[in-house]
Structure formats: C-alpha cells, structure tokens
Antibody, heavy 127, light 110 residues
Framework: QLQLQESGPGLVKPSETLSLTCTVSGGSISSSSYYWGWIRQPPGKGLEWIGSIYYSGSTYYNPSLKSRVTISVDTSKNQFSLKLSSVTAADTAVYYC???????????????????WGKGTTVTVSS | QTVVTQEPSLTVSPGGTVTLTCASSTGAVTSGYYPNWFQQKPGQAPRALIYSTSNKHSWTPARFSGSLLGGKAALTLSGVQPEDEAEYYCLLYYGGAQLVFGGGTKLTVL
C-alpha cells in the first residue's frame, strides 16, 4: 500500500527558504505512470496546488509561485522535495504531498487522477 | 489567473440528495478538464472520491457520483449520511500539467 510522508521544519523565519521532503513507501517513485506533487492549505482556507515533478525530473509549477518554487526528486531515496524561497506569513500553511497521474481505459480513453496524499505537515512562517 | 468556483456552503438532510458543482472562469467544464473530487474532514488530509469526471476509486462509497451538468462538473451525494458532513473540493486540469483547485464547498448534514 503506497504511503507518503512529509517532513521538515515546522517553523521558518520570514525571508528564508522553506524546505520539505516527501518520502514514498510501498512503491517506487520511479514509476513512469506518476507525477509527485505538493499542495498547501493556509489556515481556514482552501487547497492550492504548488507544483509537481515527474520521476524523470520534469517539473510543473503554479504560475503564481513559480519564481519562488523548486521541486526536485531523489530516486535513490524514493523522495521528492520542495523548496520555497523568500517566505512570508502568507506561506504559513499545511503542506501536503500527493501522487497523481494518467491512465488509459480498455476503450483507449485517458483518465487523470490524484489518489494518494500524505497526512500533511504544518509550516509556520514567523520570526 | 484561472479561478475555479464552487458553492461556499450547502445544507442537506440525512437521507437526502445534494449536488455540488465546479465551474471554470475559462468557460464550460468538459471531460477534457478531467475533474477530480475530494472530501476533507477537519484535521485530516483530503481523500480522493472521483476522478476524470465520473470514475470512482475502489474506496468511494456508491452514494457518491460525478458528472457534467450545465457546463460544470458536478458531485452528487444520494442518501446522504451524517458522516458525509465535510468540505468538498474539485480539481481541474488545464493542460501543461497545470492544476487548479476549487475554493471548496462546506457540506452540512442537518
């Protein structure tokens, strides 16, 4: 059973870089079917997709965060990571990692899904 | 900036039926946006319910169904249970691996 687990500092100072890691267990991060993404949720607010990475290293970012975000993958450790630079209080949130990907049916139709999430980790930006 | 809009809140009686919708600021939602739906209860991570408009995950209760309705993606709950009280989010795919979540619908079972 695939599981994702976020880890990293719970407190980051303003203007510094937030760094989180998602460890994948019960499956390989190198599977060609999947993307690995980061999503965040500020207190009392909705979900925001931050960005995703394919096992090959191709990355896709939310345009509103693109200038500050870097997502990388370490296939040897079955992990992928998020770095968000120049953080402010607005970056305070629960950060989730998740798996998403594509498949095809017997009829040749494509389908897209986001199915497995980590439990989330709370990051507070404060001096 | 693309905006995905959901009803902020809905109320349904136990045993009733309710439909939540998901609209895109770019126009009608079609199957090509591959709508996904998630349920989130307080203090928990989101749980996937529906993918690519109407497909259920193996763990999705039969009372949940997805469709396209009037240019929007829709999630219908039939025979609502008290445990269905939660926040529901839709997710749309905009191509180029760009993803946008809706603002969420708080469903109250009363």
């Amino acid at each position: 059973q695939l599981q994702l687990q976020e880890s990293g500092p719970g407190l980051v100072k303003p203007s510094e870089t937030l760094s989180l890691t998602c460890t994948v267990s019960g499956g390989s991060i190198s599977s060609s079917s999947y993307y690995w993404g980061w999503i965040r949720q500020p207190p009392g607010k909705g979900l925001e997709w931050i960005g995703s990475i394919y096992y090959s290293g191709s990355t896709y970012y939310n345009p509103s965060l693109k200038s500050r975000v870097t997502i990388s993958v370490d296939t040897s450790k079955n992990q992928f990571s998020l770095k968000l630079s120049s953080v402010t209080a607005a970056d305070t949130a629960v950060y989730y990692c998740a798996r998403h990907g594509w498949g095809s049916s017997s009829y040749g139709d494509y389908y897209y899904y986001m199915d497995v999430w980590g439990k989330g980790t709370t990051v507070t930006v404060s001096s | 900036q693309t905006v995905v809009t959901q009803e902020p809140s809905l109320t349904v009686s136990p045993g009733g039926t309710v439909t939540l919708t998901c609209a895109s600021s770019t126009g009608a939602v079609t199957s090509g946006y591959y709508p996904n739906w998630f349920q989130q209860k307080p203090g928990q991570a989101p749980r996937a319910l529906i993918y690519s408009t109407s497909n259920k995950h193996s763990w999705t209760p039969a009372r949940f169904s997805g469709s396209l309705l009037g240019g929007k993606a829709a999630l219908t709950l039939s025979g609502v249970q008290p445990e269905d009280e939660a926040e529901y989010y839709c997710l749309l795919y905009y191509g180029g691996a760009q993803l946008v979540f809706g603002g969420g619908t708080k469903l109250t079972v009363l």
